[in-house]
Nanobody, 124 residues
Framework: QVQLVESGGGLVQAGGSLRLSCAAS????????MGWFRQAPGKEREFVAA????????YYANSVKGRFTISRDNVNSPVYLQMNSLKPEDTAVYYC?????????????????WGQGTQVTVSS
């Protein structure tokens, strides 16, 4: 059974930082682009960031550029999302997933193998 497991969420004050992790169990996605999405209450799931299988290329949603960094140490390591300068509007459940289509895509339909998510709450 393939599974992605997110961790690292929590409650933080505005301006603070958190680092999320996404680990794969059951199989590896070492040659796949991985991405992070988030879903706030009452809103659609939205793209946050993605990273190539080798970790050398990334792309981000405009709303998080300059504040969030996606990374992976090697092709078999977890994928991380370092979130700095957090804002209350960053509050959401954060999910990781595997890109199943073409590099650069940001639609939820372009990703699969979703994890269960981790809650991030930013207080003002």
């Amino acid at each position: 059974q393939v599974q992605l497991v997110e961790s690292g969420g929590g409650l933080v004050q505005a301006g603070g930082s958190l680092r999320l992790s996404c680990a794969a169990s059951g199989r590896t996605f070492s040659t796949r682009t991985m991405g992070w999405f988030r879903q706030a209450p009452g809103k659609e799931r939205e793209f946050v960031a993605a990273i190539s299988w080798g970790g050398t290329s990334t792309y981000y949603a405009n709303s998080v550029k300059g504040r969030f960094t996606i990374s992976r140490d090697n092709v078999n390591s977890p994928v991380y999302l370092q979130m700095n300068s957090l804002k209350p509007e960053d509050t959401a459940v954060y999910y990781c997933a595997v890109l199943t289509t073409i590099w650069g895509r940001q639609s939820e339909a372009d990703f699969g193998h979703w994890g269960q998510g981790t809650q991030v709450t930013v207080s003002s």
